[in-house]
């Protein structure tokens, strides 16, 4: 079957990124400012209608939360209610570069962050594991993660959060099958990465036209996966 095709000689997201989720300030108008008000202060992204998250594009307002249990002890007394208070490990947001995708969504759709934004638990973020760092391009994951492909894969395997309100779980991108670069595809694997950073740096510029660029990199990306022009259309057209 197709799926299986897409599934074939591939390896899980999981397997060669960290794949985590954000941030749950919970006191909000206590942990989050639109100042730096000192130090412990990092600039955050992911309240509801401060922030657009689409393919290849991210901006956000300026906000900035204080990343300090401290501080949000001074509010709550009760041990169990502070555990509701989930700063998560800084080390998954001052990565040089990380995927984030958005949670709340029918699609897979993200884009890159090389701006060290701390994010909340309605964008989930992914990075190269150390030892995958020299053999692939977290541009090309990207690619991936947001084409005709995967997004046929995502919604086949039923793996949306069924109800009102579509839900990505971590547990789903965790499990996408992701192409293993050989030294066959390793030249397509770089003109995808190069057109992924293209769009990218068009849309951060506001020049959003980039649609031929973006069907050009899911044309690449359908050829990584080896497919054939009839699976192809059964792609695109899901």
Known sequence: SLLRKIERDQQKLADICEVRD??????????????????????FAGVSGTYKLDRYYFTAEEMYLCYD?????????????????????????LQPEKIITSQNSAQLKGSIDRSQYFVSNSIHSTYLKEQFRDKYKLSF???????????????????????????????????????KIT???????????????????????????????????????????????EEKETVRNS
């Open 22 to 43: 954000g941030i749950v300030p919970y006191i909000r108008e206590k942990m989050l400012s639109n100042l730096k008000i000192d130090d412990r202060y990092v600039k």
């Open 183 to 229: 030294s066959e595809s390793l030249d397509l694997v770089d003109k995808i990465s190069d057109l992924v950073e293209q769009v990218i740096s068009l849309k951060k510029d506001g020049i959003a036209v980039t649609d031929n660029l973006e069907k050009q990199i899911d044309d690449f990306v359908i050829e990584v996966y080896g497919l054939n022009k």
């Open 141 to 179: 994951i990207l690619a991936c993660m947001n084409s005709s492909v995967l997004n046929y894969y995502y919604n086949s395997k039923r793996l949306k959060g069924v109800d009102l309100h579509p839900q990505i779980l971590i547990s789903t991108l965790k499990i996408l099958p992701i192409p």
């Open 69 to 93: 249990i401290n501080e949000a002890k001074k509010y709550i007394s009760d041990v169990e209610e502070l555990r509701k208070v989930q700063l998560r490990d800084k080390e998954i947001f």
